[in-house]
């Protein structure tokens, strides 16, 4: 089971920006997907983003295209989350995730169930 570590969150104005880090455990980040999930208050986890093994392809949920960007550095085991342009309804906890089940795979990814290992997030909080 791989461990997610995830960092870089905290208290930003509207406009601003962060980048989120997720840091893995293991040898074998290379050959898995991974993902960033988010949950705010009263609201079910959504999809936020996620990258392909390779780092060739990535998903975006339509809320943050054009604003967020996933990135991976398959010799540091990190995935990032670069978010520019914070809006006040991006407040919420994100979670990173990794498709250890699926080595190799590069179809789409946008649910929760396709992830197995989970971190324990990081929060986000935009003010207004």
């Known amino acids: 089971q791989v461990q997610l570590v995830e960092s870089g969150g905290g208290l930003v104005q509207a406009g601003g920006s962060l980048r989120l880090s997720c840091a893995a455990s293991?040898?074998?980040?290379?050959?898995?997907?991974m993902g960033w999930f988010r949950q705010a208050p009263g609201k079910e986890r959504e999809f936020v983003s996620a990258?392909?093994?390779?780092?060739?392809?990535?998903y975006y949920a339509d809320s943050v295209k054009g604003r967020f960007t996933i990135s991976r550095d398959n010799g540091r085991n990190t995935v990032y989350l670069r978010m520019n342009s914070l809006k006040s309804e991006d407040t919420a906890v994100y979670y990173c995730?990794?498709?250890?089940?699926?080595?190799?795979?590069?179809?789409?990814?946008?649910?929760?169930?396709?992830?197995?290992?989970w971190g324990q997030g990081t929060q986000v909080t935009v003010s207004s």
């Open positions: 293991g040898r074998t980040f290379s050959s898995y997907g």
């Open positions: 995730a990794a498709d250890t089940n699926h080595p190799y795979y590069s179809g789409s990814y946008n649910l929760p169930r396709d992830f197995a290992s």
């Open positions: 990258i392909n093994w390779s780092g060739s392809m990535t």
